[in-house]
């Protein structure tokens, strides 16, 4: 199966029950103090491995809605947004357009991956920690002025590459896990 084929199967996969309406709700009424610890922790190491490859492009900074693809010179067709919900209906109701504008650029950079493209090959994990996220239902993501802003608090819309310099974040399954439990014990 192609790095695009598990990608897509992936994005499939995401339940859009976790998003649908959650625009309208409290943060509290959607995660727990713990869930948005981890999701911090998945949207850290994103930004991490982001700034790692801006250092690689020797570019200082780009913000949180452009792809990996665009920083390397490729562009979206004009018919991509329309495309992406006819190709994975499950987004057709889900009113984020972060998730759906970062799943379209993580689809993309694993189609780059099968094209054999040496940059998607040498960060063929950038969109893990997003994808990881969307998945666990943690995508109630929204940008209010200069930042990005969840239950977790905000990051700023602007990855810098200066942020390649910060130790790995472990993301595993285990890890994330005990951080819920260590928050929501504590």
Known sequence: ????????????????????GISQKRYEEVRTKGEYAADATLIAEYYRRVGVFLQHLSKEATGIYVGMDLLIGYRIPDDAWDNFVVDFPNFKDIDLSLIKLLSMHYLRWCALIDEKNGFALQYPDIYEPMITLFERGGGRISTHHHELVGGFGGFPKTIYATRGDMNPFDISESTLKKIIEEVEFA
């Open 1 to 20: 199966m192609s790095y695009y084929e598990l990608a897509a199967k992936r994005i499939r996969n995401i339940d859009p029950n976790l998003y649908i």
